[in-house]
């Protein structure tokens, strides 16, 4: 099993482009999610799903777009990228069950450097 | 909103030392996780606590969750090298209607030769 991967592992975008991150889990899990860090400022949530089909904003959703596309793939869009969302994306899978068995496993992450 | 608060945000200790960090949660919750981050690296699950008082050992690294279920420590004996990191305690409430955790910004563990 792979786990969580992501790509790209690095990116280098001009501000007002656009690109997205892809994340794939092969564990079977029902939640995914995706996390920016900045130094400091530990780990921030985006966006996350709970389930194929649904979407639900995190603490810092602007700028921002996601896309479960199965449920194995959740996709995070930036559309007009700026200088502010340079930082470290991660992507995470979580659980079979709600309380006893949802640790939350990371993908290596992408480091976006937006100039 | 739930917020968790993580102290200290940074520690040195020379190799040897003890080293504690301390989670705060602003709310009951359903459990506690730990996670450590290796520099350059991505966060890795270390453990759960459910039970009020719970405590669990793993080697050198002792985690507590209190008996109100609202705070949390995590402790490890004489650290070594290979303990370099930041260590992020997170928090699921028990009203959350999925699995979502909300992080401490973490205590970052150096160690001093």
């Known amino acids: 099993n792979a786990g969580v991967t992501q790509t790209p592992k690095f990116q280098v975008l001009k501000t007002g482009q656009s690109m997205t991150l892809q994340c794939a889990q092969d564990m079977n899990h029902n939640s995914m999610y995706w996390y920016r860090q900045d130094p400091g400022m530990g780990l921030r949530l985006i966006y996350y799903s709970a389930s194929e089909g649904t979407t639900d904003k995190g603490e810092v959703p602007n700028g921002y777009n996601v896309s479960r596309l199965n449920k194995r793939e959740f996709s995070l869009r930036l559309e007009s990228a700026a200088p502010s969302q340079t930082s470290v994306y991660f992507c995470?899978?979580?659980?079979?069950?709600?309380?006893?068995?949802?640790?939350?496993?990371f993908g290596p992450g992408t480091r976006l450097t937006v100039l | 909103g739930q917020q968790v608060m993580q102290i200290p945000q940074y520690q040195h200790v020379q190799e040897g030392e003890d080293f504690t960090t301390y989670c705060n949660s602003s709310t009951t919750l359903s459990n506690i996780q730990w996670y450590k981050q290796r520099p350059g690296g991505h966060p890795v699950f270390l453990i759960q606590?459910?039970?009020?008082?719970e405590v669990k050992k793993q080697k050198r690294l002792t985690f507590q969750f209190g008996e109100a279920k609202k705070n949390s420590s995590l402790h490890i004996t004489a650290t070594q090298t290979t303990d370099v990191g930041t260590y992020f305690c997170?928090?699921?409430?028990?009203?959350?209607?999925?699995?979502?955790?909300?992080f401490g910004k973490g205590t970052r563990l150096h160690i001093l030769p």
């Open positions: 606590l459910v039970k009020s008082g």
């Open positions: 997170a928090g699921l409430e028990p009203m959350n209607r999925d699995d979502k955790i909300i």
């Open positions: 995470a899978s979580s659980g079979l069950y709600r309380e006893t068995d949802n640790e939350q496993f």
